[in-house]
């Protein structure tokens, strides 16, 4: 399956941007997504990940209470909407789809190629 992230961009503190997942080649609903972050000098870590239904979601704690992940099978398409962002939440972020849920970047086969936010103050 191939992924293109989309959605990154410039946008001050308090604000929010929606990133989509879009996904094509095997059939889209046989994967669980999770999104993935990786801010300069950093370690990738964990944001959040969505089974294949869409039933079944978990966000890491930085994230809590402020983004949301998504998925609309019939458009093959995963989305994080992301308010309040802060300064810290500037990274480049990744989709990623595998075979079942998970933190780790190891749970997951298939990554997209990445999308830039930047939260200015």
């Known amino acids: 399956v191939q992924l293109q992230a989309s959605g990154g961009g410039l946008v001050q503190v308090g604000g929010s941007l929606r990133l989509s997942c879009a996904a094509s080649?095997?059939?889209?609903?046989?994967?669980?997504v999770g999104w993935f972050r990786q801010a300069p000098g950093k370690e990738r870590e964990f944001v959040a990940t969505?089974?294949?239904?869409?039933?079944?979601?978990y966000h890491a704690n930085p994230v809590q209470g402020r983004f949301t992940i998504s998925r609309d099978n019939a458009k093959s398409t995963v989305y994080l909407q992301m308010n309040n962002l802060k300064p810290e939440d500037t990274a480049v972020y990744y989709c990623?789809?595998?075979?079942?849920?998970?933190?780790?970047?190891?749970?997951?086969?298939?990554w997209g190629q990445g999308t830039l936010v930047t939260v200015s103050s």
């Open positions: 990623a789809a595998g075979p079942g849920i998970g933190i780790n970047i190891y749970n997951y086969d298939y």
């Open positions: 080649g095997r059939p889209f609903s046989n994967y669980a």
């Open positions: 969505i089974d294949w239904s869409g039933r079944s979601t």
